[in-house]
């Protein structure tokens, strides 16, 4: 079995890629066997269907598309805005990308996203899309995301990354809901954040054009401004300066390499999504 890795920057990272997927098809034995490219994701910068973290991608869309067809490589839109409403569904930009990745190139390519009513939306308009649950929905407990795997509608869904190392119930899933789960394998996040939901709804808030102060982040890495916030979050053993939280914080929410090979070994979990630094 092999893993497949679900690259950030589809917009943002254009001349990256268009030097590196050469390199990955004319010198494969450069690359480990067992890995391969599932999809490159992202939106450009500006996108009222953006949301969940903010797209700065300014490349042309028609030399993306042409890029991804080139290579064969699923190109996925991320339109992980959880708070839209029926008036944003016509925006002429995000219909206009739809319609220009929908059928481009020998890969089918997909659409990850939050909110339903864009989901039937596209569903209806662009068929020839995949769907992707969103981590944006912080799926937190697992029998959220048993529901999540079960609709038919979504061909991959990734829950909060907190739930990566449930590896007992992970393993315990029928082996077509296996398959469906992408692991976030680096996630930024403080592990014990309780605000993910909301911060991914301040910058959908900004997507959509409101004039809203910025999520203050409670992370004991976000610097003095949030003390206040840490002190009353934070797990009890955390130092003044924050060191043991982060300590306790890089051994849990990471997926070590051993932790992916044991997991494609045994069929586990197939798919695994990185995030774009800094995000």
């Known amino acids: 079995m092999k893993a497949c890795y679900h690259l950030p920057g ?13 390199l990955f098809r004319e010198h494969r034995d450069w690359f480990y066997d067992w890995c ?3 999809s490159i994701y992202g939106a450009p910068a500006d996108c009222l269907w953006g949301g969940g973290r903010v797209g700065f991608g300014e490349e042309e869309p028609e030399r993306v598309a042409a890029l991804m067809r080139e290579y064969g490589v699923s190109a996925r839109l991320t339109f992980s805005n959880s708070l839209l409403r029926e008036e944003h569904l016509s925006d002429r930009k995000c219909n206009a990308l739809c319609a220009l990745f929908e059928k481009s190139g020998t890969a089918q390519n997909g659409v990850i996203l939050c ?10 308009r662009y068929p020839g899309f995949y769907f992707v649950s969103s981590t944006t929905k912080v799926l937190t407990a697992f029998d959220q995301l048993e529901d999540e795997l079960r609709r038919e509608e979504f061909d991959f869904v990734v829950p909060d990354f907190r739930l990566n190392k449930a590896l007992d119930q992970l393993r315990a899933l029928p082996e077509a809901l296996k398959r469906k789960v992408g692991l976030l394998c680096n996630e930024c996040c403080w592990f014990d954040c309780p605000d993910r939901k909301a911060c991914y709804e301040n910058v959908s808030r900004k997507s959509l054009g409101e004039d809203i102060e ?14 206040t916030a840490v002190s009353e ?3 009890p053993d ?8 982060l300590k306790r914080e890089r051994t849990r929410r990471w997926i070590s390499s051993e932790e992916q090979t044991s997991w ?7 798919h695994g999504r990185t995030n774009p630094p800094n995000s």
């Open 115 to 124: 909110s339903d009513l864009l989901l039937q939306t596209l569903r209806e």
């Open 10 to 22: 589809l917009f943002e990272f254009y001349d990256l890629y268009r030097a590196f997927l050469p």
């Open 238 to 245: 955390i130092s003044p300066s924050g060191e043991d939280s």
């Open 36 to 38: 391969d490219i599932g």
């Open 233 to 235: 979050y934070a797990a």
């Open 214 to 227: 910025d999520h203050v982040c409670v992370s004991p890495a976000a610097g003095s401004a949030t003390d």
């Open 264 to 270: 494609r070994n045994s069929g586990r979990c197939a």
